[in-house]
């Protein structure tokens, strides 16, 4: 996907040209491809993912998937064309992980703000 154009999950459809809403609706498809194979890192049968819908599903960017996946944190393949395909269960992991950070961050700031009470 080129620079100077909207991301197709947040362009609107408005145009009527039928090779335009082809092209649109082609790239959103794209986004929901997953695939179910064996990570060859974990060894388990899980679906591997786009690296852009990763980002999506974490509200994150594709550089933060992409540094996770250098960091060694989320496990990944590369087909052949190119395409970045991360294992849905280190992903999950990873989401646990980050949700656990933000839980032990979340319970210190309410004891500071006791203490500030108090």
Request: net charge negative.
């Amino acid at each position: 996907m080129s620079a100077h154009r909207m991301s197709p999950l947040y362009e609107t459809n408005w145009k009527s040209e039928s090779r335009v809403d082809a092209l649109v609706t082609c790239e959103m498809d794209q986004l929901s491809i997953e695939a179910l194979a064996t990570c060859r890192i974990c060894g388990e049968d899980v679906k591997m993912i786009p690296a852009e819908k990763a980002a999506a599903i974490c509200h994150c960017s594709r550089r933060k998937i992409y540094r996770w996946i250098e960091e060694g944190d989320l496990h990944f393949f590369e087909a052949p064309d190119g395409e970045v395909l991360v294992c849905g269960r280190s992903l999950s992991r990873k989401m646990d992980e980050l949700d656990s950070i933000t839980d032990r961050l979340s319970e210190r700031n309410a004891a500071s703000a006791s203490d500030l009470n108090n």
